[in-house]
């Protein structure tokens, strides 16, 4: 996920990714150990992220975002006002699991926009792992450039080859695995429904942490 020098691929900084996390609890009105029981991490895990003392893997960076009620890209980058907006491959966000896979975001963060195009590439037999609902109305889309993929949701699997695409609700459980002996390349699209237990508890909790 990052480099020896604690930097993410497109230069943020772990002491950053911290800050941008802790930024997005507060304006929720979340306290740290609210944020841990909602995700499902432990509170000193979270302690530690916003802190830039430890690197989250990449699912325990989406369990957290889901919490928020956001998405992994908003966490890493600041929304762009541009009109048009081109992202060079060197610009683009990149988040690698030890497990072996990684997350490339194509799409730029929109101010008032929860919206993630995503390119994934697992490694061969690589299970990424079971990843959190989102919030109600969520949905997503994903395709398949190479390999088989192994789509899990709410317990029912799914097996896609190169060239099949499928399309199910955010607010599922869902897993996505490598199921053969070569990479699996896919392509994620995500968008987020508006409410989420988050959301909810801004409006009536208080900040604490």
Known sequence: ????????????SMAALGSRLRAQRLARGL??????????????????VERGAK???VLVLDRLATALGTSIARLLDEPDRDAVTVLPKARQRVVRDPSGWERRILSPVLPGVEFEFMRTTLGPGVDAGEFSPHASGSREYVAVESGRLRLTIDGAVHRLDAGDSAYFPGDCRHGFASDAAED?????????GAATSA???????????
């Open 199 to 209: 959301h909810r508890e801004a409006r009536t909790g208080a900040v604490r942490g």
């Open 1 to 12: 996920m990052v480099d020896g020098d604690g930097v993410l691929s497109g230069g943020l």
């Open 55 to 57: 690197t989250p893997t």
């Open 31 to 48: 306290a740290l150990e609210r944020l841990a029981e909602l995700s499902g991490v432990s509170r000193s895990m979270v302690s530690d």
């Open 184 to 192: 699996c390349v896919y392509y994620l699209v995500m968008e987020l």
